[in-house]
Structures are given as structure tokens and as C-alpha cells.
């Protein structure tokens, strides 16, 4: 159940009761400190001014008509008109008890599902995935998460590239050492030499370029003998993939791909809808759509190209293409495009044309998720020591061992199997919460003292608060699932008032396309429960008052699990 919802429904109901006009928003909130009462209703002092009456006899007016009986143990009127609502012990409790004994811990679905399309992490299938991949394919693996979870339908669309002149380079490459399946096996293993071999060889051989020329137009044309090579190439491509899917916890599947080559058909019917509509003009020999909304700094419209002069076709026909498809064969009714801020441009003429032209209804929502860039610590793009790029399979495979050799230390008796599977969860789950719980449209500092950290907002802080809890299990013993949640110490109020806000939070998240309020939710619940258990002994405290606290930790864990769940991070029992 989300509270905040409830009471601002109840309060908007009462203001309007009490003369507000209609759709007057309470604006009911969290209260920032425990004497103005767990939330607070701010939209009656607007209220008021509208009405031009005392905003403090107005509140008072509210008050007469909002019944919370049994819900709230006060409602108050403070400083020039605002309410604080202080809730019942007796309904958190209840409230705590529902939510341990649901499944999805009494979380409310949402009552109008959207099927959303979400567009993400979308590798280059000419080499291998690197560092620049992974903040869309983990923001957008957390989204589509929350957004199952929260009730609507989510489609994932996995838009590799695996067309274009550069294939033209590789496909010549393997041609030439296709005759020794082993050699191109193992050439292939390695895709980021692979393709510095091939382009090599087309920087340096005017033969072999003019090949490579040759032979896009084949395979672009459909010659059998290329697709073929061209398959086996996207195969070997799509598993390295996989495979760092599978590292990563993430959801993705080779269903899940939709290549840019998908809409290899479509490009000439997009170019010929555009002029059906009005929407073409040609400059310079190209096609362009020309809109007055995308005017520079200097007055004149930037325009998008869909066809280049030589009637080669460009990334933005590609991208109508799937966005015509999306509306009419996935029926989408919002569209995510995890993509990086620098696609801002790009993605506002898409979305803009592809409405201008019909190929999706005005009313479907669409909405560039930007994200901001890794750095290193000089500032700059993150990079190897030489300057190159960082693969993101080398970049796991550190972060798993230094959270080995972190955990090494803090329990050399552990025997080696046991280190190796709670590095693999802490140390993904480091680099992992490392960057969602950053503000996605920010660029952040890639430091792994800080996200290795077992203090602070960090991944591991959260799975040590979890294993804890699971400590705390293991030597009370069973666990009665059905004792009631008695609430008398205040620590014990605030730690059920946080759970209770876990909704609240997972529908900001939701909203707003941004996991890391779901892991702010997360750090302080954790910094909660802490304050709990030293305030309230658990183990050493009266039958009833501990097998009480108990359901109280056993929801926290519960939530917690849930929580990093939906960011795609395991949980570890023992630490």
C-alpha cells in the first residue's frame, strides 16, 4: 500500500469537501521531522490563497471533513496552514503484518498498465561490449525490473548493431581465414583484435579495402554466401554478449534482440511515408526532414537526414523504422530509450518526426532516458592506463577479484569456493549499485575504494545489513510467521514507518525512470534497521517482544532482498 498515495487522496477529498475547487492537489509529503508527524499535507495554504480566505480557518475546515479514524492517532494544524498527520501505531502494525504476509509485500500494482517498450544497452556487434555499454544496460535492466514489478507490461528491445560498411572489413577478414576453422575460432574469441586486425589491413591494403567495399554491397544485397559468413560473425558476437549479460545479472536474451539489419526492408517505405506526408525536402542531394521546433542558436533549422545523397540510409531512418514497428506490432503505449545524454538532439527530431508522420499515435509517451558519463579520476572518460578503452568483461572480471581479495582478508578461514561466490555477488553488485545509486543524467567518478566500501551508500553495505539480519535468524532459531507486530519503542515505529515506504518508493522510481531513488530507499532503510537493533534488543528480550522484533527484521530482509533484486543485485546469506 502506498501511504502517501491514500492520505493524499483522503486529504484532497476533504479539501475539495471543504470548498477547494476541484483537482485540488493536498501535496501530501513525507514529514522532514518526527514533531511535524509522519506526513504533512501542503496544498491548503494554494488552497486558500485561491480562495482568498485564512489559510489556518481553511485547514481548520479540512480537518472537519477528513476522517481518518483509526488511521491517524492526531491531525494538526501548523504554522500558517499546513497538516500533520501523525498515524496510528495500531494501523502501521497491521499494516507491517499485511506486508509480511504478501508475496510482493503488499506493494501496490499499478490501475492503468502501460505495455512499454524499452530500448537498452544495445551493443556494437563489430567488437566487444565496453565500459561506454554498461551504464544502459544495467539502467535499463533496473527500470524494466521496477516497471514489471509494479504491474505494467514491459518488452525489452536489444538494438544491436550488426549492419553497416564496417562489416564489409570484418566479413573480408574472416573470408580470407575461414579455411582454418580453428584459427577463426580462436581469432574470434578475442573480437576487439579481431577487429583492429581487420581494420588494419583496410587502412593499409587498398586491395583488401576495395574488397571490403565490394562486399557490403553483397551482403547488403542479400548474396547467401555473405549472410552466411555474416550469421556465423553475429553469433560469435551476440554470445560475448551473453556471456557478459550472465556476469552482469542481466535479463536480456537473444529473444530479446531486435537488430538495426531487422529494418533492413523497411528504410525505403519510411523515406517514401515521410514524402507521402509532406515532410521531405532535399538538400545537397539528401533527404531531410526540416521542423521549426529543432531551430539552432543561429535561427536555422537543424535537419535530420534519412537519406544521404548516394541513397545510403542513417541511423535515424533505422530508428523510425523501430519506432513505426514498436507502435504497430508491439502496440506500445510508452517508449524508453535508455541512451546516452549526448543523443539528446537524435532522439528529440525521432520522436518529434515520428508523431509528424504518424507512425506513432501523439498519445504515445516517449521518453529518452539520458544518462551521463564514467569517469576516471583525472576527470575524463573512463580508460585503460594506455588510454585505450576498457572492455567490460576485463572490468568484471577486476571487480570480482578485488572483492576477493577484500574478502580474503576480512575471512581467510572461508574456504576458497565460498570466497569466490560472495566476491562474484559483492564485487558485480559493487560496480552495479556504484552507478545506480548515482543521479543517471550526472556524470560520476569511477573509484573502487568507495563502491567496495562495507560503509556508506554502497552494494556491499546493503548485503552485509542483509546477511546480519540472517545471523540474527540463525541463532533465535525457528521463526514464528505468525506473531503480531507490536509497536511501543520509537525506533521501532520509525523502522515500520520506512518499510511501510517501500511503495513510495519503487513509484518514484517507477515515475521518474530513476533507480537511484529506489537505492536512497534502500541505504536509509539499512541505516534504519541499524538504529533499531541497537536501540531494541532482539534475541535477549521477552518471548513476545522478541519474536515481534523478529517479524519487524524479517520484513526488513524481505524488503531489502526485494529492493536489490529489482537493481539486479544478489543477496548473500553469510558474509
Known sequence: MNIRNFLDNQVSQALQAAGAKPGTSAI?????????????????????KQLKTNPREFA?????????????ETVEIAGPGFINIHLSQTWLSSLASEALNSESLNIDKTDKPDTVVIDYSSPNLAKEMHVGHLRSTIIGDAIARILEFTGHTVIRQNHVGDWGTQFGMLLTHMQDIEQDDQSLTMQLADLEQFYQAAKQRFDSDADFAQTARDNV????????????????????????????????????????????????????????????????????????????????????????????SDGGYLYATTDLAALRYRHKTLDMTRGLYVIDARQSLHMKQVFAVGKHAGFVPQS??????????????????????????????????????????LVTLKNPDLDEQNRRDIANSVGIGAVKYADLSKNRTSDYIFNWDTMLS????????????YARIQSIFRKAGNLSQNHAIELNEAAEIQLTLKLLQFSEAIDSAAKDSAPNLLCNYLYELAGQFMHFYESCPILSATDAIKNSRLQLANLTANTIRTGLDLLGIAVLDRM
Open 60 to 72: 481548520a475546515k479540512v480537518i472537519d471533513n477528513l476522517d481518518l479514524s483509526g488511521i491517524a
Open 364 to 405: 504515445t509517451q516517449l521518453e529518452h532516458i539520458a544518462f551521463g558519463t564514467m569517469m576516471g579520476d583525472d576527470g575524463t572518460p573512463f580508460k585503460t592506463r594506455s588510454g585505450g578503452t576498457v572492455k567490460l568483461a576485463d572490468l568484471l572480471d577486476e571487480a570480482r577479484q578485488r572483492a576477493f581479495d
Open 28 to 48: 501530501v509529503k513525507q514529514s522532514s521531522r518526527p514533531e511535524f508527524g509522519h506526513y504533512q499535507a501542503n496544498g491548503v495554504i494554494g488552497a486558500a
Open 454 to 465: 562495507f560503509e556508506g551508500n554502497t552494494a556491499p553495505y546493503l548485503q552485509y545489513a
Open 217 to 308: 554491397v553483397r551482403l547488403q544485397s542479400g548474396d547467401p554466401e555473405y549472410l552466411k559468413l555474416w550469421q556465423q560473425f553475429i553469433d560469435i558476437s551476440l554470445q560475448h554478449c551473453e556471456d557478459i549479460y550472465h556476469h552482469l545479472n542481466v535479463l536480456l536474451t537473444r529473444n530479446d534482440v531486435m537488430p538495426e539489419s531487422a529494418y533492413n526492408n523497411d528504410l525505403s517505405s519510411v523515406v517514401e511515408d515521410l514524402n507521402t506526408h509532406g515532410l521531405l525536402s532535399e538538400d545537397q542531394g539528401a533527404q531531410c526532414v526540416f521542423l521549426d521546433e529543432f531551430k539552432g542558436k543561429d535561427g536555422k533549422i537543424i535537419p535530420m537526414i534519412v537519406q544521404k
